[in-house]
Protein backbone atom coordinates (compact mmCIF):
# COMPACT_ATOMS: atom_id res chain seq x y z
CA UNK A 1 0.00 0.00 0.00
CA UNK A 2 1.37 3.57 -0.62
CA UNK A 3 2.17 6.10 1.69
CA UNK A 4 -0.52 8.82 2.25
CA UNK A 5 0.54 11.98 1.25
CA UNK A 6 -0.23 14.46 4.05
CA UNK A 7 -2.98 16.27 3.00
CA UNK A 8 -4.08 17.90 6.27
CA UNK A 9 -0.06 19.44 6.53
CA UNK A 10 0.34 22.88 5.39
CA UNK A 11 2.44 23.11 2.64
CA UNK A 12 2.08 23.42 -1.29
CA UNK A 13 -0.57 20.43 -1.42
CA UNK A 14 -3.08 21.91 0.89
CA UNK A 15 -3.97 25.22 2.98
CA UNK A 16 -5.62 24.42 6.59
CA UNK A 17 -7.36 26.81 8.43
CA UNK A 18 -5.07 28.47 10.87
CA UNK A 19 -5.13 26.67 13.67
CA UNK A 20 -6.73 29.22 16.09
CA UNK A 21 -9.25 29.75 13.56
CA UNK A 22 -9.99 25.99 13.36
CA UNK A 23 -9.80 25.43 17.46
CA UNK A 24 -12.35 28.53 17.21
CA UNK A 25 -15.04 26.35 14.98
CA UNK A 26 -14.44 23.00 17.05
CA UNK A 27 -15.40 25.12 20.10
CA UNK A 28 -18.74 26.58 18.39
CA UNK A 29 -19.83 23.21 17.19
CA UNK A 30 -19.36 23.84 13.69
CA UNK A 31 -16.74 21.44 13.65
CA UNK A 32 -18.06 18.09 15.28
CA UNK A 33 -14.91 15.62 14.65
CA UNK A 34 -16.98 13.25 12.74
CA UNK A 35 -16.09 11.48 9.75
CA UNK A 36 -18.68 11.11 6.63
CA UNK A 37 -18.35 7.80 6.74
CA UNK A 38 -19.64 7.51 10.44
CA UNK A 39 -22.54 10.31 9.26
CA UNK A 40 -23.86 7.38 7.20
CA UNK A 41 -23.04 4.48 10.07
CA UNK A 42 -24.70 6.35 12.29
CA UNK A 43 -27.63 7.05 9.67
CA UNK A 44 -27.85 3.18 9.53
CA UNK A 45 -28.13 2.65 13.01
CA UNK A 46 -31.33 5.14 13.07
CA UNK A 47 -33.31 4.26 9.96
CA UNK A 48 -32.02 1.04 8.95
CA UNK A 49 -34.78 -0.10 6.88
CA UNK A 50 -35.97 3.42 5.19
CA UNK A 51 -34.97 3.36 1.79
CA UNK A 52 -32.43 5.81 1.35
CA UNK A 53 -31.11 5.70 -2.30
CA UNK A 54 -33.04 4.59 -5.53
CA UNK A 55 -32.54 4.74 -8.69
CA UNK A 56 -33.48 2.86 -11.99
CA UNK A 57 -32.13 -0.44 -11.07
CA UNK A 58 -32.54 -1.03 -7.20
CA UNK A 59 -33.21 0.65 -4.17
CA UNK A 60 -30.51 0.85 -1.18
CA UNK A 61 -31.62 0.55 2.65
CA UNK A 62 -30.08 3.04 4.86
CA UNK A 63 -28.98 -0.58 6.82
CA UNK A 64 -28.28 -1.89 2.90
CA UNK A 65 -25.65 1.11 1.96
CA UNK A 66 -24.13 1.03 5.14
CA UNK A 67 -22.66 -2.79 4.76
CA UNK A 68 -22.11 -2.24 0.73
CA UNK A 69 -20.24 0.40 1.23
CA UNK A 70 -18.25 -1.29 3.78
CA UNK A 71 -17.74 -4.24 2.05
CA UNK A 72 -16.44 -2.15 -0.99
CA UNK A 73 -14.27 -0.18 1.64
CA UNK A 74 -12.39 -3.87 1.56
CA UNK A 75 -11.73 -4.43 -1.98
CA UNK A 76 -10.25 -1.36 -2.63
CA UNK A 77 -8.25 -1.71 0.23
CA UNK A 78 -7.31 -5.06 -1.06
CA UNK A 79 -6.11 -3.07 -4.60
CA UNK A 80 -3.72 -0.70 -2.53
CA UNK A 81 -6.04 1.97 -2.24
CA UNK A 82 -5.51 3.75 1.03
CA UNK A 83 -6.11 6.65 3.42
CA UNK A 84 -5.18 10.06 1.64
CA UNK A 85 -4.72 8.40 -1.87
CA UNK A 86 -6.74 10.04 -4.55
CA UNK A 87 -9.19 8.49 -6.66
CA UNK A 88 -10.79 9.81 -10.06
CA UNK A 89 -14.42 9.03 -9.99
CA UNK A 90 -16.23 9.52 -12.92
CA UNK A 91 -19.56 8.71 -12.81
CA UNK A 92 -23.08 8.69 -14.05
CA UNK A 93 -25.92 9.44 -12.28
CA UNK A 94 -26.61 6.01 -10.54
CA UNK A 95 -26.67 5.10 -7.16
CA UNK A 96 -23.14 3.27 -6.89
CA UNK A 97 -21.66 6.57 -7.31
CA UNK A 98 -22.78 7.06 -3.54
CA UNK A 99 -21.53 3.40 -2.44
CA UNK A 100 -18.47 4.20 -3.91
CA UNK A 101 -18.17 7.69 -2.40
CA UNK A 102 -18.78 6.20 0.91
CA UNK A 103 -16.33 3.29 0.39
CA UNK A 104 -13.76 5.53 0.31
CA UNK A 105 -14.49 7.68 2.73
CA UNK A 106 -13.98 4.63 4.89
CA UNK A 107 -10.97 3.96 4.39
CA UNK A 108 -9.84 7.76 4.55
CA UNK A 109 -8.93 7.65 0.17
CA UNK A 110 -9.82 11.06 -1.43
CA UNK A 111 -12.55 10.77 -4.37
CA UNK A 112 -11.44 12.98 -7.61
CA UNK A 113 -15.46 14.25 -8.41
CA UNK A 114 -14.75 14.17 -12.31
CA UNK A 115 -17.91 14.62 -14.21
CA UNK A 116 -19.00 11.98 -17.24
CA UNK A 117 -18.15 14.69 -19.90
CA UNK A 118 -14.29 15.12 -19.48
CA UNK A 119 -12.12 13.38 -21.64
CA UNK A 120 -8.70 12.42 -21.86
CA UNK A 121 -7.21 16.40 -21.57
CA UNK A 122 -9.56 16.96 -18.94
CA UNK A 123 -8.90 14.21 -17.29
CA UNK A 124 -4.96 13.90 -17.49
CA UNK A 125 -4.51 17.11 -15.86
CA UNK A 126 -6.85 16.40 -13.15
CA UNK A 127 -4.90 13.18 -12.47
CA UNK A 128 -1.23 14.82 -12.60
CA UNK A 129 -2.79 17.34 -10.17
CA UNK A 130 -3.78 15.03 -7.64
CA UNK A 131 -1.31 12.28 -8.21
CA UNK A 132 -4.43 9.84 -8.72
CA UNK A 133 -3.59 5.89 -8.16
CA UNK A 134 -7.01 4.66 -9.48
CA UNK A 135 -9.99 5.63 -11.97
CA UNK A 136 -13.73 4.41 -11.06
CA UNK A 137 -15.93 4.84 -14.22
CA UNK A 138 -18.77 2.98 -16.20
CA UNK A 139 -18.55 0.65 -18.56
CA UNK A 140 -19.99 2.54 -20.64
CA UNK A 141 -22.75 5.72 -20.66
CA UNK A 142 -24.28 7.80 -23.58
CA UNK A 143 -22.73 5.40 -25.87
CA UNK A 144 -19.23 6.02 -25.20
CA UNK A 145 -16.59 3.65 -23.75
CA UNK A 146 -15.12 4.86 -20.36
CA UNK A 147 -12.90 1.84 -19.87
CA UNK A 148 -11.14 2.80 -23.51
CA UNK A 149 -10.63 6.35 -22.01
CA UNK A 150 -9.29 5.45 -19.12
CA UNK A 151 -6.58 3.27 -20.36
CA UNK A 152 -5.74 6.55 -22.48
CA UNK A 153 -5.24 8.52 -19.61
CA UNK A 154 -3.57 5.64 -17.71
CA UNK A 155 -0.62 5.94 -20.85
CA UNK A 156 0.05 9.51 -19.50
CA UNK A 157 -0.28 9.03 -15.70
CA UNK A 158 2.29 6.83 -14.43
CA UNK A 159 0.16 7.00 -11.01
CA UNK A 160 -2.27 5.48 -12.17
CA UNK A 161 -2.49 1.83 -11.23
CA UNK A 162 -6.44 0.94 -11.50
CA UNK A 163 -9.19 1.14 -13.38
CA UNK A 164 -12.11 0.32 -11.90
CA UNK A 165 -15.33 -0.73 -13.74
CA UNK A 166 -18.82 -0.57 -12.97
CA UNK A 167 -20.11 -3.23 -15.57
CA UNK A 168 -18.46 -5.16 -18.10
CA UNK A 169 -14.86 -4.53 -17.50
CA UNK A 170 -13.38 -5.04 -20.51
CA UNK A 171 -9.85 -6.37 -19.06
CA UNK A 172 -9.94 -3.80 -16.01
CA UNK A 173 -10.95 -4.82 -12.04
CA UNK A 174 -14.41 -4.93 -11.96
CA UNK A 175 -16.26 -3.54 -9.33
CA UNK A 176 -18.67 -6.19 -8.36
CA UNK A 177 -15.72 -8.28 -7.96
CA UNK A 178 -14.39 -6.12 -5.37
CA UNK A 179 -16.86 -6.57 -2.38
CA UNK A 180 -15.81 -8.46 0.18
CA UNK A 181 -16.29 -8.55 3.73
CA UNK A 182 -16.91 -5.61 5.72
CA UNK A 183 -14.27 -3.26 6.70
CA UNK A 184 -12.28 -3.22 9.57
CA UNK A 185 -9.29 -1.25 9.32
CA UNK A 186 -8.56 2.05 10.30
CA UNK A 187 -10.38 5.28 9.04
CA UNK A 188 -9.50 8.96 8.60
CA UNK A 189 -9.36 11.58 11.27
CA UNK A 190 -12.41 14.53 10.67
CA UNK A 191 -9.66 16.85 9.66
CA UNK A 192 -8.52 15.16 6.29
CA UNK A 193 -9.57 15.93 3.39
CA UNK A 194 -12.37 13.73 2.72
CA UNK A 195 -12.65 14.90 -1.46
CA UNK A 196 -11.48 16.69 -4.12
CA UNK A 197 -14.03 18.80 -5.74
CA UNK A 198 -13.92 21.08 -8.94
CA UNK A 199 -14.18 24.63 -9.66
CA UNK A 200 -17.51 25.35 -11.27
CA UNK A 201 -15.64 27.73 -13.55
CA UNK A 202 -15.30 27.39 -17.19
CA UNK A 203 -12.02 26.77 -17.60
CA UNK A 204 -10.91 23.77 -19.53
CA UNK A 205 -9.26 22.20 -16.56
CA UNK A 206 -10.63 22.78 -13.59
CA UNK A 207 -8.85 23.56 -10.09
CA UNK A 208 -9.12 21.14 -7.08
CA UNK A 209 -10.87 21.87 -3.75
CA UNK A 210 -10.14 19.83 -0.68
CA UNK A 211 -12.73 19.26 1.58
CA UNK A 212 -12.18 17.93 5.16
CA UNK A 213 -14.95 15.68 6.40
CA UNK A 214 -15.25 18.25 9.19
CA UNK A 215 -16.34 20.82 6.96
CA UNK A 216 -18.28 18.73 4.51
CA UNK A 217 -20.27 17.14 7.32
CA UNK A 218 -20.72 20.84 8.32
CA UNK A 219 -21.85 21.97 5.09
CA UNK A 220 -24.49 19.57 4.83
CA UNK A 221 -26.17 20.31 8.28
CA UNK A 222 -26.26 24.19 8.19
CA UNK A 223 -27.71 23.56 4.60
CA UNK A 224 -30.64 21.40 6.48
CA UNK A 225 -31.30 24.19 8.57
CA UNK A 226 -32.05 26.47 5.70
CA UNK A 227 -33.78 23.49 3.72
CA UNK A 228 -35.09 21.39 6.06
CA UNK A 229 -35.53 17.60 5.13
CA UNK A 230 -36.63 14.64 7.20
CA UNK A 231 -37.41 11.20 7.41
CA UNK A 232 -40.34 11.66 5.23
CA UNK A 233 -38.63 13.67 2.61
CA UNK A 234 -37.89 12.58 -1.30
CA UNK A 235 -34.75 14.21 -2.24
CA UNK A 236 -34.69 13.89 -6.24
CA UNK A 237 -30.89 13.82 -7.39
CA UNK A 238 -31.52 14.81 -11.33
CA UNK A 239 -28.26 17.27 -11.59
CA UNK A 240 -24.75 15.53 -12.06
CA UNK A 241 -24.27 13.71 -8.93
CA UNK A 242 -20.69 14.89 -8.15
CA UNK A 243 -21.96 18.69 -8.55
CA UNK A 244 -21.79 20.13 -5.16
CA UNK A 245 -24.95 21.72 -5.11
CA UNK A 246 -26.40 17.99 -6.16
CA UNK A 247 -24.29 16.32 -3.24
CA UNK A 248 -24.26 18.53 -0.43
CA UNK A 249 -26.84 21.73 -0.66
CA UNK A 250 -28.26 19.86 1.37
CA UNK A 251 -28.60 16.81 -1.53
CA UNK A 252 -27.28 13.90 -1.48
CA UNK A 253 -25.10 14.26 1.96
CA UNK A 254 -27.91 16.02 3.69
CA UNK A 255 -30.63 13.69 2.80
CA UNK A 256 -28.57 10.90 4.08
CA UNK A 257 -28.06 12.31 7.24
CA UNK A 258 -31.83 12.57 8.30
CA UNK A 259 -32.86 9.65 6.93
CA UNK A 260 -34.53 11.12 4.25
CA UNK A 261 -34.76 8.64 0.47
CA UNK A 262 -32.50 9.93 -2.72
CA UNK A 263 -34.10 9.28 -5.65
CA UNK A 264 -31.26 9.77 -8.66
CA UNK A 265 -32.58 10.70 -11.87
CA UNK A 266 -30.31 9.58 -15.04
CA UNK A 267 -30.75 12.91 -16.29
CA UNK A 268 -32.49 16.01 -15.68
CA UNK A 269 -34.78 16.09 -18.79
CA UNK A 270 -38.79 16.20 -18.35
CA UNK A 271 -39.23 13.27 -19.73
CA UNK A 272 -36.99 11.50 -16.64
CA UNK A 273 -37.73 13.62 -13.77
CA UNK A 274 -41.31 14.17 -14.19
CA UNK A 275 -42.66 10.26 -13.94
CA UNK A 276 -39.89 10.49 -11.27
CA UNK A 277 -41.34 12.66 -9.15
CA UNK A 278 -45.16 11.04 -9.44
CA UNK A 279 -43.75 7.89 -8.65
CA UNK A 280 -41.61 8.48 -6.26
CA UNK A 281 -43.67 11.51 -4.62
CA UNK A 282 -40.62 13.51 -4.67
CA UNK A 283 -40.51 16.36 -2.18
CA UNK A 284 -37.50 19.01 -2.93
CA UNK A 285 -35.73 18.95 -6.38
CA UNK A 286 -32.47 20.61 -7.31
CA UNK A 287 -32.31 22.73 -11.09
CA UNK A 288 -29.49 25.33 -12.50
CA UNK A 289 -31.72 27.76 -14.39
CA UNK A 290 -31.47 26.58 -17.75
CA UNK A 291 -33.26 23.22 -16.77
CA UNK A 292 -35.87 25.04 -14.44
CA UNK A 293 -36.93 27.05 -17.61
CA UNK A 294 -37.34 23.56 -19.27
CA UNK A 295 -39.87 22.03 -16.51
CA UNK A 296 -41.88 25.46 -15.92
CA UNK A 297 -42.48 25.12 -19.85
CA UNK A 298 -43.41 21.60 -19.77
CA UNK A 299 -45.48 21.72 -16.43
CA UNK A 300 -48.76 23.41 -17.67
CA UNK A 301 -49.11 20.51 -20.31
CA UNK A 302 -47.66 17.30 -18.65
CA UNK A 303 -50.04 14.12 -17.58
CA UNK A 304 -47.70 13.22 -14.67
CA UNK A 305 -48.85 14.31 -11.01
CA UNK A 306 -46.44 16.96 -9.35
CA UNK A 307 -48.35 17.56 -6.51
CA UNK A 308 -45.59 16.03 -3.93
CA UNK A 309 -43.60 18.65 -4.60
CA UNK A 310 -42.95 21.17 -1.93
CA UNK A 311 -39.38 22.76 -2.57
CA UNK A 312 -37.75 23.38 -6.14
CA UNK A 313 -34.05 24.50 -5.10
CA UNK A 314 -33.13 26.63 -8.20
CA UNK A 315 -28.84 27.55 -8.07
CA UNK A 316 -25.63 27.33 -10.01
CA UNK A 317 -26.17 30.51 -11.75
CA UNK A 318 -28.46 33.49 -10.88
CA UNK A 319 -32.47 32.52 -11.60
CA UNK A 320 -33.89 35.78 -13.17
CA UNK A 321 -36.59 37.14 -11.66
CA UNK A 322 -38.91 36.86 -15.02
CA UNK A 323 -38.56 32.78 -14.13
CA UNK A 324 -38.63 33.14 -10.17
CA UNK A 325 -42.29 34.93 -10.37
CA UNK A 326 -43.32 31.49 -12.48
CA UNK A 327 -42.25 28.44 -10.04
CA UNK A 328 -45.52 28.87 -7.35
CA UNK A 329 -47.87 29.68 -9.86
CA UNK A 330 -46.71 26.86 -12.25
CA UNK A 331 -45.63 24.11 -9.99
CA UNK A 332 -47.70 25.15 -6.88
CA UNK A 333 -44.00 24.61 -4.70
CA UNK A 334 -41.78 26.97 -2.83
CA UNK A 335 -38.79 28.45 -4.68
CA UNK A 336 -35.41 28.40 -3.13
CA UNK A 337 -33.09 30.11 -4.23
CA UNK A 338 -29.13 29.07 -3.60
CA UNK A 339 -26.10 30.80 -4.32
CA UNK A 340 -22.96 29.32 -3.90
CA UNK A 341 -19.61 27.84 -4.81
CA UNK A 342 -17.66 24.45 -3.96
CA UNK A 343 -15.30 26.73 -2.61
CA UNK A 344 -17.40 26.62 0.22
CA UNK A 345 -19.81 30.01 0.75
CA UNK A 346 -23.42 28.73 0.34
CA UNK A 347 -26.11 31.03 0.64
CA UNK A 348 -29.94 30.44 0.28
CA UNK A 349 -33.36 32.38 0.55
CA UNK A 350 -35.75 30.54 3.13
CA UNK A 351 -38.75 29.26 3.68
CA UNK A 352 -40.55 32.23 5.47
CA UNK A 353 -38.78 34.87 3.81
CA UNK A 354 -41.14 37.62 1.59
CA UNK A 355 -41.87 36.77 -1.83
CA UNK A 356 -39.97 39.97 -3.15
CA UNK A 357 -36.72 38.55 -1.64
CA UNK A 358 -37.32 35.01 -2.75
CA UNK A 359 -37.69 36.81 -5.83
CA UNK A 360 -35.36 38.97 -5.85
CA UNK A 361 -32.45 38.22 -4.06
CA UNK A 362 -29.99 34.66 -4.13
CA UNK A 363 -30.13 34.39 -0.14
CA UNK A 364 -28.23 35.00 3.21
CA UNK A 365 -25.39 32.86 3.94
CA UNK A 366 -25.91 29.75 5.63
CA UNK A 367 -23.90 29.90 8.67
CA UNK A 368 -23.41 32.78 11.13
CA UNK A 369 -19.88 31.75 10.80
CA UNK A 370 -19.78 33.09 7.20
CA UNK A 371 -17.57 36.32 7.05
CA UNK A 372 -18.77 38.55 3.88
CA UNK A 373 -16.93 41.34 2.64
CA UNK A 374 -17.96 43.01 -0.46
CA UNK A 375 -15.28 45.40 -1.95
CA UNK A 376 -14.12 47.64 -4.54
CA UNK A 377 -11.20 47.13 -7.11
CA UNK A 378 -8.77 47.88 -4.43
CA UNK A 379 -10.61 45.73 -1.75
CA UNK A 380 -12.33 49.21 -0.16
CA UNK A 381 -15.69 48.29 1.23
CA UNK A 382 -18.64 49.64 -0.91
CA UNK A 383 -21.41 50.86 0.95
CA UNK A 384 -24.83 48.36 1.27
CA UNK A 385 -26.43 48.54 -2.01
CA UNK A 386 -23.84 49.25 -4.19
CA UNK A 387 -22.48 46.49 -6.65
CA UNK A 388 -18.83 44.95 -5.42
CA UNK A 389 -16.91 42.09 -5.79
CA UNK A 390 -17.59 39.66 -2.90
CA UNK A 391 -14.90 38.52 -0.31
CA UNK A 392 -16.03 35.08 2.35
CA UNK A 393 -14.16 33.23 4.90
CA UNK A 394 -16.17 30.76 7.56
CA UNK A 395 -15.74 27.31 8.64
CA UNK A 396 -16.87 25.36 4.94
CA UNK A 397 -14.75 27.54 2.84
CA UNK A 398 -11.79 26.58 2.18
CA UNK A 399 -8.35 28.47 2.62
CA UNK A 400 -6.57 27.83 -0.55
CA UNK A 401 -7.05 25.18 -4.11
CA UNK A 402 -5.07 21.89 -3.86
CA UNK A 403 -1.35 22.11 -5.10
CA UNK A 404 -1.95 25.55 -6.60
CA UNK A 405 0.33 27.66 -4.46
CA UNK A 406 1.02 30.68 -6.94
CA UNK A 407 -2.80 30.73 -7.97
CA UNK A 408 -3.84 30.97 -4.75
CA UNK A 409 -2.18 34.04 -3.47
CA UNK A 410 -4.39 35.66 -6.27
CA UNK A 411 -7.39 34.27 -5.19
CA UNK A 412 -7.01 34.39 -1.57
CA UNK A 413 -6.43 37.56 0.28
CA UNK A 414 -3.88 37.30 2.98
CA UNK A 415 -5.99 37.10 5.99
CA UNK A 416 -7.60 33.96 4.34
CA UNK A 417 -11.10 35.78 2.32
CA UNK A 418 -11.93 34.12 -0.61
CA UNK A 419 -12.46 35.90 -3.77
CA UNK A 420 -15.51 34.23 -5.45
CA UNK A 421 -15.10 36.34 -8.62
CA UNK A 422 -18.73 37.46 -8.16
CA UNK A 423 -20.24 41.07 -8.00
CA UNK A 424 -23.05 41.50 -5.52
CA UNK A 425 -24.99 43.63 -4.15
CA UNK A 426 -25.96 43.40 -0.69
CA UNK A 427 -29.35 44.33 1.05
CA UNK A 428 -29.14 45.85 4.66
CA UNK A 429 -31.28 42.42 5.66
CA UNK A 430 -27.77 40.80 4.14
CA UNK A 431 -29.82 38.82 1.76
CA UNK A 432 -27.57 39.26 -1.87
CA UNK A 433 -28.12 40.00 -5.06
CA UNK A 434 -25.65 38.51 -7.98
CA UNK A 435 -25.48 41.12 -9.80
CA UNK A 436 -22.79 39.70 -12.40
CA UNK A 437 -19.36 37.53 -12.95
CA UNK A 438 -16.73 40.10 -12.75
CA UNK A 439 -15.24 38.82 -15.84
CA UNK A 440 -18.34 38.73 -17.42
CA UNK A 441 -18.92 42.62 -17.22
CA UNK A 442 -18.56 44.34 -20.45
CA UNK A 443 -16.14 47.03 -20.73
CA UNK A 444 -17.49 49.04 -23.27
CA UNK A 445 -14.75 52.07 -24.25
CA UNK A 446 -14.43 52.34 -20.55
CA UNK A 447 -18.26 52.07 -19.56
CA UNK A 448 -19.35 49.12 -18.01
CA UNK A 449 -22.14 46.74 -18.78
CA UNK A 450 -23.57 44.22 -16.81
CA UNK A 451 -24.49 40.93 -18.74
CA UNK A 452 -26.80 39.75 -16.04
CA UNK A 453 -29.37 43.22 -16.26
CA UNK A 454 -29.33 42.79 -19.70
CA UNK A 455 -30.27 39.15 -20.10
CA UNK A 456 -33.24 39.92 -17.26
CA UNK A 457 -34.70 42.58 -19.78
CA UNK A 458 -34.53 40.08 -22.79
CA UNK A 459 -36.16 36.96 -21.09
CA UNK A 460 -39.27 39.53 -20.49
CA UNK A 461 -39.25 39.42 -23.96
CA UNK A 462 -42.57 36.78 -25.22
CA UNK A 463 -40.67 35.68 -27.54
CA UNK A 464 -37.02 34.84 -25.76
CA UNK A 465 -36.71 31.45 -23.91
CA UNK A 466 -32.83 32.21 -22.82
CA UNK A 467 -30.33 34.99 -23.47
CA UNK A 468 -26.53 35.14 -22.06
CA UNK A 469 -24.72 38.29 -23.14
CA UNK A 470 -20.88 38.25 -23.12
CA UNK A 471 -18.26 40.67 -23.98
CA UNK A 472 -16.23 40.22 -27.55
CA UNK A 473 -12.73 42.43 -28.34
CA UNK A 474 -12.69 45.00 -30.20
CA UNK A 475 -9.47 47.20 -31.81
CA UNK A 476 -11.71 50.42 -30.84
CA UNK A 477 -13.70 49.84 -28.06
CA UNK A 478 -11.67 47.50 -25.96
CA UNK A 479 -14.95 45.01 -26.04
CA UNK A 480 -18.44 45.52 -27.87
CA UNK A 481 -21.62 43.57 -26.16
CA UNK A 482 -22.78 40.56 -27.93
CA UNK A 483 -25.96 38.51 -27.43
CA UNK A 484 -26.71 35.06 -27.84
CA UNK A 485 -30.82 34.60 -27.50
CA UNK A 486 -32.88 31.28 -27.92
CA UNK A 487 -35.53 32.29 -29.56
CA UNK A 488 -39.46 30.26 -28.17
CA UNK A 489 -41.65 32.70 -31.47
CA UNK A 490 -40.46 33.73 -34.53
CA UNK A 491 -38.29 36.46 -33.75
CA UNK A 492 -35.95 39.28 -35.40
CA UNK A 493 -33.13 40.67 -34.33
CA UNK A 494 -34.39 43.86 -34.78
CA UNK A 495 -36.92 43.40 -32.85
CA UNK A 496 -34.91 42.81 -29.83
CA UNK A 497 -33.02 46.17 -30.08
CA UNK A 498 -36.26 48.15 -30.01
CA UNK A 499 -37.41 45.83 -27.33
CA UNK A 500 -35.04 47.16 -25.40
CA UNK A 501 -34.69 51.18 -26.49
CA UNK A 502 -38.49 50.96 -25.96
CA UNK A 503 -37.39 49.90 -22.47
CA UNK A 504 -35.41 53.22 -21.65
CA UNK A 505 -32.56 50.72 -22.00
CA UNK A 506 -29.33 53.18 -22.07
CA UNK A 507 -27.54 52.95 -26.12
CA UNK A 508 -24.62 52.04 -24.86
CA UNK A 509 -25.87 49.00 -23.26
CA UNK A 510 -28.41 47.49 -26.11
CA UNK A 511 -25.81 44.85 -27.46
CA UNK A 512 -23.85 45.38 -30.66
CA UNK A 513 -25.05 42.63 -31.76
CA UNK A 514 -27.45 39.77 -31.66
CA UNK A 515 -26.82 36.24 -32.30
CA UNK A 516 -30.27 33.61 -32.55
CA UNK A 517 -29.32 29.92 -31.27
CA UNK A 518 -31.07 26.47 -30.91
CA UNK A 519 -29.08 25.71 -27.35
CA UNK A 520 -26.12 27.11 -25.14
CA UNK A 521 -23.08 25.11 -24.35
CA UNK A 522 -22.76 24.50 -20.87
CA UNK A 523 -20.00 23.57 -18.65
CA UNK A 524 -19.37 19.77 -17.13
CA UNK A 525 -21.67 21.13 -13.83
CA UNK A 526 -24.37 22.52 -15.75
CA UNK A 527 -23.76 26.32 -16.40
CA UNK A 528 -23.97 28.37 -19.45
CA UNK A 529 -20.37 28.02 -20.85
CA UNK A 530 -19.48 31.35 -21.06
CA UNK A 531 -16.18 30.98 -21.98
CA UNK A 532 -17.18 29.12 -25.12
CA UNK A 533 -19.50 32.03 -25.80
CA UNK A 534 -16.73 34.70 -25.74
CA UNK A 535 -14.67 32.31 -27.92
CA UNK A 536 -17.35 32.04 -30.45
CA UNK A 537 -17.81 35.90 -30.66
CA UNK A 538 -14.50 36.30 -31.08
CA UNK A 539 -14.26 34.20 -34.11
CA UNK A 540 -17.66 36.12 -35.01
CA UNK A 541 -15.17 39.13 -35.09
CA UNK A 542 -12.50 37.72 -37.06
CA UNK A 543 -15.09 36.39 -40.57
Known amino acids: ??????????????????????????????????????????SARRHGDRPAVVDAVRTWTYRQLDHDASRLATGFARLGIGRGDRVLVQMPNVGEFVVICFALFRIGAVPVLTQPAHRTYELVRLCEQSGAVAHVVADRHAEFDYRAL?????????SLRSTIVHGDPGGHVALADLYADPYRGPGPEAGDVALLQLSGGSSAVPKLIPRTHDDYAYNARASLD???LGPGDVYLAALPVAHNFTLCAPGILGALTVGATVVVSPSPSVEKVFPLIERHRVTVAAAVPAVALRWLDAADSTTCDL????????????????????????????LQQ??????????????????????????????????????DDDDRPVPD??????????????????RAAEYNRKAFTADGFYRTGDVVRRLPSGHLVVVDRAKDIVNRGGTKVACEEIEEILMNHPGVHNAAVVGKPDDVLGERVWAF?????????GDLADYLHERGVAAYKVPDRFELVQEFPFTAVGKVDKLALRQRAAQEEER
Open 226 to 228: ACP
Open 150 to 158: SAQVAESCP
Open 485 to 493: VIPQAPLER
Open 307 to 334: SSLRVMQVGGARLKPSAARRVRPTLGCT
Open 385 to 402: GTPGHLLTRGPYTIRGYY
Open 338 to 375: VFGMAEGLICYTRPDDPDEIVVETQGVPMSPADEIRVV
Open 1 to 42: MSAPTPLTDAGPDFSPWPDEVAARYRAAGYWAGVTLGQVLAD
